[in-house]
């Protein structure tokens, strides 16, 4: 998979600066009305993806959650709605966004972990999470690393989702799409009156997606990293894909009781 080492070496050489810079402090502006500008940009759509994403993670009492880039909590969220004795971790190096998530946690009266942390090197012990979830950000992270990292903290049997907007894979609708998002993003900055940094941010928004993957393209790098049963779902011809994958059993002999069920070790 040269491919996939190639296509990580140059985003992280032309993004590098910005992943280490200024992005951080862009999110920290936004936190305040992060969700808002991303339902505004989307028309609407994000919510109604999330709830379709969500939707499909298996939940049982008791599971313990990591939400990796989780941001202002919105998935962890839309989780405990579902089953409200889940065991939710959030992680995410942004302290605004966390504590916007927090409070929105408390709110609705439930309960997580957060932690705030770089996600390239999750503090975790291996096998510690029988489903890791990460919504909103693979574009902003070096994957092969992060996506090794989850794999190591999931634990055998355990289900990783994903979802985020990708890069379509008609090369006519790449085009469109980033027409649109440049011109949304533009709009989006007017209504919310977004600061310097949210504005300095703009083209790199831009080019994050034309130098991501398609959504063929992240399920191959998930298998690369060692995800087995590998699954992905488009909406819009790419422009936001659900994937999942499943951390490989060590013993065969071991059985799943039921579908999205976790493989105790033994």
């Given at each position: 998979m040269q491919?996939?080492i190639?296509?990580?070496?140059i985003r ?20 305040s009305y992060?969700d808002?500008a991303?339902n ?8 109604k993806w ?18 990796v880039c ?9 989780l405990?709605?579902k089953?409200?004795e ?10 605004a ?9 408390r ?5 997580v ?10 503090p975790?012990p291996d ?11 693979s574009?902003?992270l070096?994957l092969?690393?992060?996506?090794s990292?989850?794999?190591?903290v ?12 990708l ?8 085009q469109?799409?980033?027409?649109y ?16 940094n ?5 083209d ?13 393209e992240l399920?191959?790098l998930?298998?690369?990293?060692g ?12 422009i ?8 490989a ?5 071991l059985?799943?009781?039921q ?7 033994p």
């Amino acid at each position: 998979m040269q491919e996939i080492i190639e296509r990580e070496n140059i985003r992280e050489q032309k993004f590098k600066e910005t992943w280490n810079g200024v992005l951080g402090d862009a999110f920290t502006d936004l936190s305040s009305y992060y969700d808002a500008a991303n339902n505004v940009a989307s028309l609407g759509m994000w919510n109604k993806w999330r709830k379709d994403f969500t939707s499909g993670i298996a939940l049982r009492p008791g599971m313990r959650v990591l939400d990796v880039c989780a941001g202002t909590n919105a998935v962890s969220i839309q989780l405990l709605k579902k089953q409200p004795e889940l065991r939710i971790t959030t992680i995410d190096r942004s302290q605004a966004m966390q504590e916007v998530g927090e409070e929105r946690i408390r709110r609705l009266g439930f309960d997580v972990e957060s932690v705030i942390s770089d996600v390239h090197k999750l503090p975790f012990p291996d096998n510690t999470f029988d489903i890791v979830i990460l919504e909103a950000a693979s574009r902003h992270l070096r994957l092969v690393e992060v996506f090794s990292e989850i794999l190591r903290v999931l634990k055998p049997g355990g289900s990783f989702y994903h979802c985020d907007m990708l890069k379509p894979s008609s090369k006519l609708l790449e085009q469109a799409y980033l027409a649109y998002l440049k011109a949304s993003m533009f709009a989006t900055g007017r209504i919310f009156r977004s600061k310097g940094n949210v504005r300095s941010c703009a083209d790199y928004f831009i080019e994050a997606i034309r130098e991501f993957y398609t959504p063929e393209e992240l399920s191959l790098l998930m298998r690369y990293v060692g995800f087995v049963d590998v699954t992905d779902r488009s909406i819009f011809g790419g422009i936001v894909a659900f994937h999942e994958g499943t951390h490989a059993a060590v013993n065969s002999e071991l059985e799943q009781t039921q579908p999205g069920s976790v493989i105790a070790r033994p």
